[in-house]
């Protein structure tokens, strides 16, 4: 488990083929691997991954084909900055919310907009991922925790703090590019909780019309649609 507070700014090195998938390498000389073994794991951009080497400072990593094709690690290059995160140690302060590390999907970055001192910053998530996003709810980009301030469809507003922006990637955020999302992974669990014994059903949770809830359904269970017209 992760809180969505990035510990550092990592340096992709290298993201090598090796026997199907990729292996990468990130120089990470602002983080303090003390406490730290081979086989713990560690958030890049979001996604966790499993330590297999450590130096004094870095780290290598296997990223399985799975990963490459659902997250957005297989689009960097040689340079490129990482948000990096260690898993969080039993006792430890959250700071941000419970984070699993396991990316629901990729997104991608409308605009960008000043606002005083911070950046308001709009994204497009995947259709299937906007009943989960909220406002005032919360959101991981990158590894990043933050607070949805707004939200229009599928696309949605975070506002970021100059402290956030300069010791993140979004220091290098530009319209137009990727980045990987985790929805609030209460939300996921509560609407299988309440599809009940019908989460066992063919489909269910797959993302079509019969497996997940539905205001139909909603209402079949007796809750209130407030969807039409009010006195």
Request: aromatic share 4%; charged share 25%.
């Amino acid at each position: 488990m992760f809180t969505g507070i990035i510990e550092s700014l990592g340096t992709l090195d290298t993201l090598t083929p090796s026997g199907g998938d990729r292996r990468l390498h990130v120089s990470a000389p602002g983080l303090d691997f003390s406490g730290t073994h081979l086989g713990d794991s560690i958030a890049v951009n979001g996604v966790c991954l499993t330590l297999t080497d450590l130096s004094v400072d870095g780290f290598t990593a296997d990223v399985s084909r799975e990963t490459l094709e659902v997250t957005t690690l297989g689009d960097l290059g040689r340079g490129d900055r990482v948000n990096l995160e260690r898993a969080l140690a039993l006792g430890d302060r959250l700071g941000g919310h419970l984070v699993s590390g396991h990316v629901d999907g990729v997104g991608e970055l409308v605009s960008m907009e000043p606002d005083a001192r911070s950046t308001r910053v709009r994204f497009r998530a995947p259709a299937a991922l906007a009943r989960y996003i909220a406002a005032k709810g919360s959101i991981t980009i990158d590894g990043t925790s933050l607070t949805v301030n707004r939200v229009e469809g599928a696309e949605f507003e975070v506002n970021i703090i100059p402290h956030t922006r300069d010791l993140t990637r979004f220091s290098v955020y530009a319209p137009g590019m990727h980045v990987n999302l985790e929805v609030d992974l209460i939300a996921r669990y509560l609407e299988r909780l309440m599809l009940g014994d019908r989460a066992a059903d063919p489909g269910a949770g797959a993302g079509d019309s019969g497996g997940t809830l539905s205001e139909d359904w909603l209402a079949e269970q007796g809750f209130p649609n407030h969807s039409g017209p009010r006195d």
